[in-house]
């Protein structure tokens, strides 16, 4: 978590100085605690890891894929537009579903996975002297990024699992008015 704590802020500085989007996954494994229940934990960290590969499968070089506790993954997608993002979380969400995971002859499993989509669009509008980009609004944006795709994973859950539900797009300007006035 450490590099994404890092290169959050850093990312976010820089898709604003360039005027693009940048996206976030956030991704969990169903049922994982049923996994290590039945299996024990050291098939649980098999999974995670054959998960984690699968995922990167459908990152670029440049994505951020990092483990978010337990089962849940954070991935930073930037330069991604909110479309793009979800295309990139159905592509996961199919790479995982595609072949079992084997883990002995007696362990194979069938394992699926639920993504939330946010997107951060920054406005072309927003040159001038209200934008700021002092390090707590970019923290402050940095976490409702991730709180936002983290919300959409929640919904993807309750509608049943494996698949991937977008949040939508967060407006840089609401974000920074926010922080402004708010101490968001």
Do not use: W
């Amino acid at each position: 978590m450490d590099v994404f704590d890092q290169r959050l802020p850093q990312e976010l500085s820089r898709n604003d100085r360039a005027l693009t989007a940048i996206s976030c996954l956030f991704l969990d494994i169903d049922h994982f605690k049923q996994v290590n229940d039945t299996y024990g934990h050291g098939v649980g960290d098999d999974v995670l890891c054959q998960v984690a590969q699968r995922i990167q499968t459908g990152l670029r070089t440049h994505d951020i894929l990092a483990r978010y506790g337990g089962e849940e993954f954070a991935v930073l997608l930037p330069d991604t537009s909110n479309d793009e993002a979800m295309m990139v979380a159905q592509r996961i969400i199919d790479a995982v579903n595609k072949d079992r995971i084997v883990i002995d002859k007696n362990v194979i499993l069938t394992i699926t996975i639920s993504a939330g989509v946010s997107t951060l669009m920054t406005d072309d509008t927003m040159i001038d002297d209200t934008r700021s980009d002092s390090l707590n609004d970019i923290k402050s944006l940095g976490m409702k990024l991730l709180s936002t795709a983290d919300e959409a994973l929640y919904d993807a859950k309750k509608q049943g699992r494996n698949r991937a539900i977008n949040a939508g797009l967060l407006a840089l300007i609401d974000s920074v008015e926010c922080s402004q006035k708010f101490q968001c």
